[in-house]
């Protein structure tokens, strides 16, 4: 499968931002689709995972500590494209934003891990900064 982002750029803290991971190819295969960031000088770190397969009861979504409340994920399935609705954004949300998809269904969500995702996206760059 293919992923390509958009959606990144400049906004002040407190803003918002959408991003958008299109993807194209084998998307039958891949039913979890996340998203990670890496921050300057620092490690990559999960941000939001879901469940785009059908049929799967219990919760399909995994949404970070650190951004929970602020940031949502979300698939447009028609489309082929998933989300990531940045609200009040902050400084140390500033980072590179990658979108991955995984072949491997885990439930709980929560259970996967960054091994799991074997398609990624080029990245897109958010900065949050006055």
């Known amino acids: 499968v293919q992923l390509v982002e958009s959606g990144g750029g400049l906004v002040q803290p407190g803003g918002s931002l959408r991003l958008s991971c299109a993807a194209s190819g084998s998307t039958f295969g891949h039913p979890i689709m996340g998203w990670f960031r890496r921050p300057p000088g620092r490690e990559r770190e999960a941000v939001a995972f879901?469940?785009?397969?059908?049929?799967?009861?219990?919760?399909?979504?995994y949404v970070a500590a650190s951004v929970k409340g602020r940031f949502t994920i979300s698939q447009d399935t028609g489309k082929n494209t998933n989300y990531l609705q940045m609200n009040n954004l902050r400084p140390e949300d500033t980072a590179m934003y990658y979108c991955?998809?995984?072949?491997?269904?885990?439930?709980?969500?929560?259970?996967?891990?960054?091994?799991?995702?074997?398609?990624w996206g080029q990245g897109t760059q958010v900065t949050v900064s006055s």
């Open positions: 991955a998809a995984s072949p491997h269904l885990k439930v709980p969500i929560a259970s996967s891990t960054v091994g799991d995702f074997v398609s």
């Open positions: 879901m469940i785009t397969a059908g049929g799967v009861s219990g919760d399909i979504t």
